[in-house]
């Protein structure tokens, strides 16, 4: 089956740190760029983060840069979203793509 799923979202106070994870099977992998992707309560996606297949060029949006580090183990199938610094519009659904797969998203809440 190609799938993608996500882990490692929790609840976190502001200035903590997450690790996200997406594991990949069914395809072959090592082919395809990744993309994370959020969407808040009440607001439309965004991008956020992306990964060419080989892992030699990173994106971030504005909104990220400099506190999200994205990377993958092609060996293993996986891709990692370290969040630092989060911030309380950090809080959203987030997503793992090639954008014709999707995972079924993990919650990141950002709470005092």
């Known amino acids: 089956e190609v799938q993608l799923v996500e882990s490692g979202g929790h609840m976190v106070q502001p200035g903590g740190s997450l690790r996200l994870s997406c594991a990949a099977s069914?395809?072959?992998?090592?082919?395809?760029?990744i993309h994370w992707v959020r969407q808040a309560p009440g607001k439309g996606p965004e991008w956020i983060s992306a990964?060419?297949?080989?892992?030699?060029?990173?994106l971030y949006a504005d909104s990220v840069k400099g506190r999200f580090t994205i990377s993958r183990d092609n060996a293993n199938q996986m891709v990692y979203l370290q969040m630092n610094n989060l911030e309380l519009e950090d809080t959203a659904l987030y997503y793992c793509?090639?954008?014709?797969?999707w995972g079924q998203g993990t919650q990141v809440t950002v709470s005092s």
């Open positions: 793509t090639t954008y014709t797969i």
């Open positions: 069914g395809f072959t992998f090592s082919n395809f760029g």
């Open positions: 990964i060419t297949a080989s892992g030699g060029t990173v």
